[in-house]
């Protein structure tokens, strides 16, 4: 029993001997997350598309042959040739890699934000692989010292010393606490397969069981919302939404203004040999420009979509920020609460429990005990314990979703 006081003193009391365990998984979860790598793809779309806007418009080539009859009116024959580029008043190419580069920062924003959720969801699945791996150690020590219990109430049975009706009762309830320590043992694998899911496949067979210290920083609650208000990438995103919207509607208004083209060509004629209407061969140069007319414009309503944009993200960006202030409030109570119930959780109150539970135990193999006062010892000894863990389990989460709102 001494051991199990000391097993759950440490788990409140020590410093982070795990950090560098769990500092390598987070690395893996960066590596090697397949989810994360997926994401990442986004970014070199984004990039290619970005450099794709960067494209000139082509010009085009023409060539012409024509026949005038010439076999039978020898009226001679032509080759013509012409080349033509059209170009935008309104400079779009240059609009058009606006819109590209606010849609790459965005992306970059958005993978930036979705890693910071990522970190978030792993450290919690951390907290929750400890959390079962402490109640594995709780569990098997209930059963394997309610099993020697149970050993010593049949012995004395058989001997006459005991009542069967207690050796029964004490058996069915080793019987109940291991079926307890099988289900936390399964749910110990499941959480350490949650591991090796954000991992990319890394395979944990067990973690350590240390106190987990994120390092929360030391500032007020609206120090902490001024930091999220900066480093949220979220945020970061919404704010370039209304750089893009901005850049759209810059860029309809370029579509808008008239495409010129220019064109020059080249013909060849050949000697007209008609004897009513003869005629030299001859080399032919043209120029021209082409002015399209804009009836196009008349029609406002893709411009007047685009200024609406702009306005949607105005006040997107404005319930963003309402959003992240909420969000960090919220967290930061729950961190509060989360501290008081942890320093509720002392290891006096554990040691306590543990010296009444031996002194129970050492009453009841003497017989100066009923069995019942001595399960209620047990049961008092692990609700105390459970309470403890699930303390420390909630102040280690009430950090990192605190931090994670922060975006740190």
């Known amino acids: 029993m001494k051991k199990i006081v000391s097993l759950y003193i440490v788990l409140l009391l020590s410093p982070s001997l795990a950090a560098q365990d769990f500092s390598e998984y987070m690395r893996a979860v960066e590596q090697h997350n397949a989810a994360y790598l997926a994401e990442r793809y986004n970014v070199d779309i984004a990039e290619a598309n970005t450099a794709a806007a960067r494209v000139f418009n082509d010009p085009s080539l023409s060539v012409e042959y024509g026949n005038n009859q010439d076999w039978s009116l020898q009226m001679g024959q032509s080759v013509d040739a012409g080349l033509s580029y059209a170009f935008s008043l309104g400079n779009i190419r240059r609009a058009r890699i606006n819109v590209a580069r606010s849609e790459e920062e965005i992306t970059r924003a958005a993978l930036s934000d979705w890693f910071r959720n990522l970190k978030a969801e792993a450290t919690l699945a951390w907290i929750r692989a400890q959390e079962t791996r402490s109640l594995v150690e709780l569990r098997r020590s209930s059963w394997e010292g309610m099993e020697q219990v149970a ?12 009542s069967p009706v207690d050796a029964r009762q004490s058996r069915i309830e080793a019987r109940a606490l291991r079926a307890a320590y099988l289900s936390a043992e399964a749910d110990y694998a499941n959480a350490l397969n949650t591991l090796t899911l954000f991992t990319g496949g890394l395979p944990f067979s067990e973690i350590p069981d240390n106190e987990l210290e994120l390092g929360l920083p030391g500032y007020s609650g609206q120090e902490l919302v001024e930091m999220a208000l900066d480093h949220r990438a979220d945020l970061r995103a919404a704010e370039l ?13 370029a579509s808008r203004a008239p495409e010129i083209e220019l064109n020059a060509g080249y013909s060849y004629n050949t000697e007209v040999r008609n004897e009513i209407a003869p005629a030299p061969q001859y080399h032919g140069l043209s120029v021209g420009i082409a002015v399209p007319l804009k009836f196009s414009r008349l029609n406002r309503g893709e411009r007047l979509a685009a200024e609406r944009s702009v306005q949607q993200a105005d006040a997107a960006y404005e319930a963003a920020q309402q959003q992240i202030v909420s969000e960090v409030r919220q967290a930061y109570v729950s961190w509060l609460s989360a501290v008081r119930v942890a320093e509720e959780c002392s290891a006096t109150m554990l040691e306590d429990a543990a010296s009444i539970l031996e002194g129970r135990r050492t009453a009841y193999l003497q017989g100066d005990i009923s069995l019942l006062d001595y399960l209620m010892a047990v049961r008092v000894y692990n609700d105390t314990a459970e309470q403890c863990i699930a303390a420390r389990t909630g102040l280690a989460t009430a950090v990192a979703e605190l931090l994670c709102v922060v975006g740190l």
């Open 241 to 253: 939404s209304r750089t893009l919207s901005a850049r759209n509607l810059a860029l309809v208004k």
């Open 151 to 162: 050993a010593s109430d049949s012995l004395k049975a058989v001997l006459g010393d005991g």
